[in-house]
């Protein structure tokens, strides 16, 4: 879906929840709900940026002291997805993002978008956003929750090859684990504080962290150039 743009210098690879989207509030309130379902008492959104970590089942072990049954690991997914679906409506993208891509795409570089939210439900909500067309790329999650973002990343730019090289690409996220995937690649990544860590957590990634996504593309620029 989207453009295609020949190779101009830095490409950008988005991520979409914590990042474009400022759902956060979101998130936490589909991970309580999915707690209670096992009876785990509600956290805060700072005691989820302290805990949260991926694959999705260590963060649960975090709070339960064990890994969650298949069972309970199964019926928490249902939860969480459906739960995150009814707060989302109430989700805006986060601030400076539709002129932020505009900017980018006026200097004829391309931007992807890449996220773990299955593929099937993120497309659409993309689009309802408006913002599809600043992408030449948009991949969600087409498997199982609760795994790694390094494979999709490495599927992601191999789609891309010709367009994107993985050099000359930095990944924009708010997860740890978007570093891990940048680095699986061979690309770059900038952090952004405004998702699903807490500062002191991303900093552990030896990337930058920023405070905004203005910062996150400047420094995608400084590092790439």
């Known amino acids: ?90 989700c805006a993208l986060t601030e400076g993002v539709e002129e932020l891509l505009r900017a980018w795409g006026r200097e004829g570089r391309s931007q992807s978008l890449l996220s773990m939210y ?28 609760g795994g790694s973002k390094a494979v999709y990343m490495e599927r992601h730019l191999a789609a891309l090859a010709g367009t994107a090289e993985p050099g000359r690409t930095v990944v924009i996220g708010d997860a740890v684990d978007d570093a891990v995937a940048a680095a699986h690649v061979g690309a770059r990544a900038v952090l952004y504080t405004g998702g699903s860590h807490s500062r002191a957590n991303l900093e552990t990634a030896g990337v930058p962290v920023v405070d905004t996504l203005a910062e996150a593309v400047e420094e995608a620029a400084r590092l790439v150039g």
Not at 118 to 144: A, Q, T
């Open 1 to 90: 879906m989207g453009k295609r743009l020949g190779t101009q210098g830095t490409h950008l690879v988005w991520d979409w929840n914590g990042t474009l989207l400022d759902d956060i509030t979101a998130v936490v309130g589909a991970t309580n709900a999915a707690f209670g379902e096992i009876g785990i008492e509600p956290i805060t959104v700072e005691r989820y940026r302290e805990l949260y970590c991926v694959p999705i089942p260590l963060f649960y072990e975090r709070m339960m002291g064990r890994l969650p049954t298949d069972t309970e690991w199964e019926a928490m997914d249902v939860v969480f997805h459906r739960a995150y679906t009814e707060h989302r409506v109430a």
């Open 118 to 145: 299955g593929h099937d439900e993120l497309v659409p909500v993309v689009r309802g956003y408006g913002i599809e067309s600043h992408f030449i790329r948009v991949d969600g999650r087409r498997g199982p929750s």
